[in-house]
């Protein structure tokens, strides 16, 4: 989201919070250990190292982004998951140790992750860490029931315990982005596990039943199953990428209308882009969830899109300093415009009811509405300076007037949000 656009602009390890370099440091620990057991005792079974290390490799490589800027690699986690699971490798036993299956994981994941580097994009070091933990704990916790005879004679048992350790290592790997997304964005921990859960679940459930059925499967007919396999989870990625490509195309066109204002002179540059940036802060420092500050995002950049109708612009564009028929008349033909969209009725209710107070005589306005309502009326009267006189001033206005027309709640989430950072650089 916003926060993470402005920390990828920073060099370096600057852009990695503390929370994040922890995850990564604990993983680089474990990787030295494993690659030292391996290095000691040689590889056990190298050729079929090599193998799910080369599938671990092609999945990093073919990663692919989620929506709120987070990174996968399904056909890599599934990769590494079925290693971590495997009983047999056609006729002979899968004798694995866990450390090795992280020495593999890992090397595979760097390989992979080279041309992403060659190529001048991320690391996704994050990410790598945490999926690296996860298939840890899974290997871990699986390699030393592999040979039970219990295990290996009741197919339904073995299957209830990779079920189990899946889901416990799928869990696991939510709370650890949950905590360092929470930690990046400042939000709260249990709407960013909320948030985690809800977009990793349908490809949670894609791996953990591709790693299942590729420990199965390799049982059955070998390392041959490794090359079947590879084309269902690309189509499986081929979805998910495109659903993420046509949300980020969405986002793009709602930015480039939101520019038409800027472009006419009716508002000020970089007016609806800072109302934004606020907007979402001030939701996700109210608890917000994702899908709801996504709406509140698309709301926010498009809030003057109904001052193209005005013949003479108001000066600024702030509508703060207009009259409430005007700000009431701009918001509704705002309103109107999105609603030809006809998919976004939720961000046109939000714009419509922005112009009206918080307690009006209309009830209530939706929580996005208000939030805008104020996020706009401090833009308005402070732009993108990063002077804290005029802030300060510009929000005493706001509380002066928070007895009828803004959301009080909304004014002190919008002082801690400017608190921590200048206007226009959230």
């Known amino acids: 989201m916003t926060t993470q656009r402005h920390l990828a602009r920073q060099p370096g390890w600057q852009s990695i919070d503390s929370g994040q370099l922890l995850l990564v440091i604990l993983a680089g620990v474990l990787l030295v250990a494993a690659v030292a057991q391996t290095a000691a005792a040689g590889l056990v079974q190298p050729r079929d190292a090599l193998a ?33 699971l495997a009983v047999r490798v056609g006729t002979l036993p899968a004798l694995q140790p866990a450390l090795q299956v992280v020495a593999v994981t890992a090397v595979g994941m760097i390989v992979g992750a080279l041309p992403h580097l060659a190529a001048g994009r991320p690391a996704g070091v994050g990410g790598m860490a945490s999926r690296l933990l996860a298939v840890a704990f899974v290997a871990m916790a699986f390699r030393p029931l592999a040979h039970l005879a219990l295990i290996d004679r009741h197919m339904w048992l073995r299957l209830a315990v990779m079920a189990v350790l899946i889901v ?49 499967a390799t049982e059955a007919m070998g390392l041959v199953a490794l090359a079947l396999l590879i084309a269902p989870l690309l189509v499986t990625q081929t979805a998910f990428r ?72 108001i000066p600024g564009g702030a509508t703060v300093l207009a009259s409430p028929e005007d700000q009431e008349r701009i918001a509704g033909l705002g309103a109107s415009v999105i609603e030809q969209a006809g998919v976004l009725g939720g961000v046109a209710e939000i714009v419509r009811r922005q112009s009206q ?14 939030i805008i309502r104020a996020a706009n009326a401090f833009d308005d009267l402070v ?16 509380r002066l007037d928070t007895a009828a027309e803004y959301d009080p709640g909304v004014v002190e989430a919008l002082t801690k949000v400017t608190g921590r950072w200048y206007p226009g650089r959230l």
Not at 184 to 192: C, D, E, H, K, P
Not at 383 to 398: F, H, I
Request: with cysteine.
């Open 52 to 84: 799910f290390g080369a599938l671990i490799a092609l999945g990093e490589l073919l990663r692919l982004s989620l929506p709120g800027d987070r990174e996968a690699a399904p056909i890599g986690s599934a990769g590494a998951l079925g290693y971590a």
């Open 168 to 216: 416990a290592g799928w869990l696991a790997e939510c709370v650890i982005k949950g905590l360092i997304r929470a930690d990046a964005l400042r939000a709260r921990f249990v709407v960013s596990l909320a948030d985690e859960l809800r977009i990793q679940v349908p490809l949670g459930a894609a791996v953990g039943a591709s790693a299942m059925l590729i420990a199965l």
């Open 242 to 313: 495109r659903y993420a490509g046509i949300r980020s195309t969405y986002l793009q066109t709602v930015r480039a209308l939101a520019r038409v204002t800027e472009v006419g002179g009716y508002v000020e540059d970089g007016h609806s882009y800072r109302v934004g940036q606020l907007a979402v802060a001030v939701g996700r420092e109210l608890g917000m969830s994702e899908p709801d500050l996504l709406e509140l995002e698309y709301a926010a950049l498009m809030h003057d899109i109904g001052q193209l109708s005005l013949a003479d612009p």
């Open 357 to 370: 107070p918080w307690r009006g005589s209309d009830g209530e306005p939706p929580i996005g509405s208000r």
């Open 383 to 398: 732009g993108g300076s990063p002077d804290r006189d005029r802030s300060a001033a510009a929000l005493e206005r706001l």
